[in-house]
């Protein structure tokens, strides 16, 4: 892979013959809570933090949802908050489309919008002010999360407050795609260069992806981890927003064995922007080596 462009929002390397464009969505910075990582006291979180660099009295998550260019098709990751959030008194989030149109994309121009997971930061961008933000799109989601979040029973029996609510917003947001969606199963190319990988824990139907090209590849990985700074050297960690803990660090470590130990590239959603990385064996975690 060879960079050929890079700025604070939007940063473009290649992947064979394919363009990857890894757009800033934005940022948002809360309190340190102490059930941010259930079990774990929260002065060894703290630990951690300072450990990094970063602030021990609020945590910041970013969000970059990846472009790329493939023959005559643009296909977009993840959609990031959306024009709606961005629109909002003093928001940090919801870039996306800002920064895409600051490069010369503009929405019209996406073919095709993958969904790894059905959380907000992911799919609320999907609308700005209740129509398709991509309107030429179609829409790609993993059948297993479609099957979950759209299933009438499962939200009945969802508890009140974040499951709850998590249904609520993606019926909200689907009734809109209508005819435009598609489902993808895992294991399977779902558009050229672009192979769909189940990846659950995070959420149940959470996928990950490789892109391909030229005898080249780099591994998306979605929500393996959100915080960098705890879970990549944490990796038996897990988020109070993981919906199956255990197998969230199952198939975290899994798939981090594999990229430390081939040395493959590493694009990440919530990592420190752009999130591009190698993965190596430390200890009992991993340590990580942006590529800059």
């Known amino acids: 892979m060879s960079e050929t462009a890079q700025s604070e929002d939007f940063f473009i390397y290649r992947v064979g013959n394919i363009e990857v464009s890894i757009v800033n969505d934005g940022h948002i910075t809360v309190p340190l809570a102490a ?7 929260l002065s060894e979180v703290q630990a951690s933090l300072r450990e990094a660099g970063l602030p021990t009295e609020t945590v910041t ?7 790329f260019r493939s023959g005559p098709k643009t296909t977009l990751i993840d959609t990031g908050f959306g024009p709606d959030a961005a629109a909002e008194a003093g928001s ?26 059905f959380h907000p930061d992911h799919v609320n961008g999907l609308l700005s002010q209740g129509k398709p933000t991509f309107p030429n799109a179609t829409v790609m989601v993993p059948e297993p999360e479609w099957r979950f979040w759209m299933d009438i029973e499962e939200m009945k029996r969802a508890p009140e407050g974040r499951m709850s609510q998590l249904f609520q ?11 435009r969606l598609s489902v993808f199963k ?9 192979e ?33 700074a705890l879970f990549v050297a944490k990796p038996d960690w897990h988020s109070a927003l993981d919906q199956f803990p255990n197998q969230t660090v199952q198939t ?28 190596e064996k430390n200890g009992a975690g991993y340590r990580r080596t942006p590529i800059e």
């Open 61 to 67: 998550t970013t969000f970059a949802p990846l472009l």
């Open 252 to 279: 975290r470590r899994r798939f981090y064995d594999m990229l430390a130990e081939k040395r493959i590239p590493l694009q990440a959603f919530h990592h420190p922007f752009p999130g591009r990385c190698h993965l």
């Open 92 to 117: 940090t989030r919801g870039l996306l489309v800002g920064n895409m149109k600051a490069n010369g994309v503009d929405p019209a121009d996406v073919d095709v919008v993958v969904i790894s997971h």
């Open 186 to 194: 895992w294991g399977l190319e779902i558009v050229p260069g672009l």
């Open 169 to 179: 917003n993606n019926r909200r947001i689907f009734e809109q795609v209508g005819e």
């Open 35 to 41: 059930g941010l990582i259930p079990g774990v006291p």
């Open 196 to 228: 769909a990988v189940a990846a659950p824990g995070h959420s149940i139907g959470h996928t990950a992806f490789w892109l391909r090209s030229g005898g080249e590849q780099v591994f998306i990985q979605s929500d393996l981890t959100n915080q960098a």
